[in-house]
């Protein structure tokens, strides 16, 4: 172990690590990190979509820079300011609507999930949040408590969360996808028609659970049961919105009219371009009220907003969506390519929208889940020079920078198929894998 390893192990609390291999960092370029002896990696997380334009982008560095110079105070708390006000602006602007909208700005896709939840409730006067099994929302408050993800951990569930399955294509039920989605509309329609629905929260792709990708249309058929009982959507988009899935809200893949969107819609990492920034975007009877009900003294502060407007400033004027959909397909075939080589038998399937690819391992004899073997697949690519980490188990959660290139994905699908080759065939060290929970 080296001496920055042990020096984290003896300070920094454990509650708050998610280790998967001893992984020190020192600077990063591009798609790049860096560790203190010098050695490069390819990013292939992005820390988790946050770094999503990638590491020292000029865009941000300019706009932090001159944001600290100048700093009028640390939040929006009980002052405007002009990257606060145009931040907010800029998101009304990207984000389909109409009415009377406001924006939340926060530190973090948890509280900007947990504030749209708590202004449901004020709002509707109802307490019940429909939400969707191994989902993820965020780490406090009532976001942690509908987080399926959390709750399958021990957690305990918020008294009134009911959770509906989330459909998954590659593990259907026996009756098939369509029959999953009926019955997760039923269960829905059940639930609504009882009348103490506040509002329903669900992600365009299941992240954490395993990046499983729905059916088409699942979404809007969703939306359409929740418009005719009077129930508030919120999109959660803090993970694979922003041009991540080929478009710039990923919600837009299924909503094709910008006048039917869902009501509100959550933003977070990438959004920050590296530091803490979350918004969510709705309608005013809802955010609005009740005045100071929602209080982080440096939300909305300078220098993350001016990063949140150059971040975006960035994404639509270097058409990332765009690049996105084009480099991730290259990313996504390479994967599918593999077929045929050492180890390739254990991929599952292959999925995703754009820079949002899961890897999902099985067993090549029963199919089941192997999160033994993604664990050490995840390790193996650290030391072969990638970082990718793994989600839902056994699924690898590829979702680099939206600015990796096109040599860049045909190394990483070099690297990620020698890591499975080596995994598969036990030239991996299990003992030491196995000090690194992951998940």
Request: overall charge negative.
């Amino acid at each position: 172990m080296s001496t920055l390893y042990a020096r984290d192990e003896a300070a920094i609390a454990g509650i708050e690590k998610l280790r998967f291999f001893p992984l020190e960092v020192a600077s990063g370029h591009g798609s790049t990190l860096v560790t203190p002896d010098g050695r490069e990696l390819l990013d292939l997380s992005a820390t988790w979509t946050a770094s999503g334009l990638g590491h020292g982008h000029p865009a941000v560095v300019e706009a932090v820079s001159r944001a600290v110079e100048s700093a009028p105070g640390s939040g929006g708390l009980s002052a405007v300011h002009p990257d606060s006000v145009g931040l907010a602006e800029d998101l009304l602007a990207l984000v389909p609507g109409s009415g009377e909208r406001r924006v939340y700005l926060g530190h973090a896709g948890s509280d900007a999930n947990d504030v749209a939840l708590r202004a449901c409730r004020h709002a509707t006067g109802k307490r019940t949040v429909i939400a969707f099994e191994h989902s993820y929302h965020g780490g406090v408050g009532v976001a942690m408590g509908v987080s399926g993800v959390h709750v399958d951990a021990g957690v305990p569930a918020d008294p009134d969360a009911v959770f509906l399955p989330y459909p998954n294509p590659f593990r259907p039920g026996p009756h098939g996808i369509e029959a999953d989605v009926t019955v997760c509309l039923e269960l829905a329609e059940e639930h609504l028609n009882a009348g103490s629905i506040a509002c329903l929260i669900v992600e365009p792709i299941l992240s954490d659970g395993g990046l499983v990708v729905p059916p088409d249309g699942f979404l809007t058929r969703l939306h359409e049961l929740c418009r005719q009982h009077g129930v508030p959507m919120i999109c959660d988009e803090v993970k694979m919105g922003l041009g991540r899935p080929g478009t710039l809200h990923a919600f837009e893949h299924d909503f094709r009219d910008p006048a039917v969107v869902p009501e509100i819609i959550t933003f977070g990492k990438v959004l920050g371009g590296g530091l803490p920034l979350s918004a969510a975007v709705g309608p005013a009877e809802i955010l609005d009220n009740p005045p100071a009900a929602a209080l982080l003294t440096t939300a909305g502060n300078p220098v993350c907003t001016a990063a949140g407007r150059a971040v975006l400033a960035t994404i639509v004027g270097d058409h990332l969506p765009e690049r996105a959909a084009k480099v991730g397909a290259l990313l996504a075939d390479g994967l599918r390519a593999l077929a045929g080589s050492p180890g390739s038998e254990r991929i599952g399937d292959v999925r995703g929208r754009g820079l949002a690819i899961g890897l999902e391992l099985v067993d090549p004899e029963t199919g089941e889940r192997d999160s033994r073997l993604a664990a050490q697949v995840v390790y193996r690519a650290w030391e072969l020079g990638a970082v990718v980490y793994y989600v839902g188990g056994n699924v690898l959660e590829i979702t680099p920078p939206l600015v990796l290139t096109d040599a860049e994905a045909g190394r990483a699908v070099e690297i990620l198929g020698a890591a499975l080759a080596d995994a598969a065939a036990g030239r991996v060290n299990a003992e030491e894998v196995a000090r690194y929970a992951g998940w």
